[in-house]
């Protein structure tokens, strides 16, 4: 029989019955006191931190505090990753984030959901499904991305968006709920060096 941990992350409901996930992020919150309790000049230490508590990291990432998130054993970054402040990760499915990905302010992943069905929902039942977003993405501030997306290599997502569904790549998508807008085309290269 799976441990209420093991059905949260292969994404079967379940019930925190024997209150190890409870255990567990209660560790990732005294970890991320100190992440968001040191002082500006202490990158080495937070970057530290956030390699014990992560999955995978790439060499080179930087979050700013405050971040938040559920177990952190669950969300893999890869390389030159960077998020800006207030980032939440509910992390309770496992979170991937590509190569060369950057967070606006404010942006929320969720993999955790609960039954429709109050009577369900109040007998504490819940799950999760994984996110993944792939190389190159920039998400903008104030996001939210839900249970389940995959978000396409090379997309953009306008600020302010709910991302219910998964997003193709080489888009640039916005709303809520967030759907494309448009291909991102030879068009949209600027030489900035040249300016």
């Known amino acids: 029989m799976k441990s209420p941990k093991e059905k949260m992350i292969a994404g079967i409901p379940y019930i925190d019955t ?7 992020r209660q560790f990732a919150k005294e970890e991320l006191k ?7 000049k202490q990158i080495k230490f937070r970057k530290q931190i956030i390699q014990k508590l992560f999955k995978t990291t790439g060499s080179r990432f930087f979050l700013e505090p405050p971040f938040r998130c559920d177990y952190g054993y669950n969300i893999s970054i890869g390389e030159n990753f960077y998020s800006n402040y207030n980032c939440t990760i509910l992390d309770g499915a496992p979170v991937t984030i590509g190569a060369n990905v950057l967070f606006g302010p404010n ?25 993944v977003i792939e190389d ?31 997003i193709p790549a080489d888009v640039i998508a916005a709303g809520n709920p967030c759907r494309v807008i448009r291909p991102i085309t030879a068009a949209d290269r600027i030489d900035y060096a040249s300016i």
Request: no cysteine.
């Open 136 to 166: 190159n993405v920039w998400i903008g501030g104030q996001v939210v991305v839900n249970p389940g997306v995959r978000i396409g290599r090379n997309s953009v997502i306008g600020s302010g968006s709910v991302v219910t569904k998964d």
């Open 34 to 40: 100190r992440f968001n309790d040191s002082e500006p």
């Open 107 to 131: 942006v929320s992943l969720f993999t955790a959901g609960h039954p429709i069905y109050f009577e369900t929902r109040n007998q504490g039942w819940e799950f999760s499904a994984p996110i």
């Open 18 to 24: 024997d209150g190890q996930l409870f255990k567990e």
